[in-house]
């Protein structure tokens, strides 16, 4: 389908299929309206098409939308805890202070906007998440084992206990981050920006730092056993007890 505004009227007439892209009739089409959805009545809408629909502070709780077209959807302060959003297209999504503690496995969320999100404990892995906005968002305990978070703003967030093994920060901006705890093993942070980042206890281990700004960074008890910190900034980095095992 196009990248322009649709009228709502055209979501609620049939489903598109993945493969023709074809419009069917929708089974649902006699109960299938956006409020019903915004009220949590309907939970199975695997690979539907809800391309820029208003669903701001609806319950979502539990439901359904795995591949399914969620470009542009205002999610604004909505509830989708433990939603399946696995492998769903929410490029442009507008997910403000949204409840996201949910499947997102490999979902695309470039550019949308995760503003003060809840994300603690979410299935992020191998998500995309270049050219989002996350200021404020709460990471801990997430899963982003292969996430793309190249040249990411994630100053200040709180990334404690998180899971970025094999996660693409290269040039993040990591500046006074929370990452007490993470595992980083074998992540991609050439010329990320760690300065003033919590690092104590997180697991570098064959991470990438070539070039990464670490002034001031606090790496107690961090293990950077076979990190690469080629052209590193360690200026006034704390490394009590930190393991440097080349």
């Known amino acids: 389908m196009g990248t322009g505004r649709r009228d709502e009227s055209a979501s609620l007439q049939g489903l598109r299929t993945p493969d023709s892209g074809l419009l ?29 629909e208003d669903l701001s502070k609806a319950d979502l709780r539990g439901i359904n939308l795995a591949g399914a077209n969620l470009v542009g959807v205002n999610f604004a302060g909505a509830n989708l805890e433990r939603a399946r959003l696995d492998g769903a297209n929410l490029i ?9 503690r949910a499947n997102l496995l490999g979902a695309n ?6 503003t003060g999100a809840d994300l603690r404990g979410s299935n992020l892995r191998g998500a995309n998440l270049m050219a989002t906005k996350l200021t404020g968002a709460t990471f801990s305990g997430a899963f982003l084992s292969g996430a793309n978070l190249m040249s990411v703003n994630l100053q200040g967030v709180d990334l404690r206990s998180a899971d970025l093994r094999g996660a693409n920060l290269s040039s993040a901006n990591l500046q006074g981050a929370d990452l007490r705890g993470a595992d ?40 950077l056993t076979g990190a690469n910190l080629e052209r590193a900034c360690v200026v006034g980095t704390g490394m009590n007890e930190a393991a440097v095992i080349k």
């Open 24 to 52: 069917i009739p929708n089974p649902l089409s006699q109960i299938m309206d956006i409020e019903a959805i915004r009220l949590g009545k309907i939970k199975q809408l695997p690979g539907v098409d809800l391309e820029d």
């Open 92 to 100: 442009e999504a507008q997910l403000v202070e949204a409840d996201l």
């Open 109 to 114: 969320l470039m550019q949308a906007d995760l």
């Open 184 to 223: 980083l093993r074998g992540a991609l942070l050439t010329e990320a920006n760690l300065e003033e980042a919590d690092l104590r206890s997180t697991n570098l281990a064959g991470a990438n730092l070539s070039g990464a700004n670490l002034l001031c960074a606090d790496l107690d008890a961090a293990n």
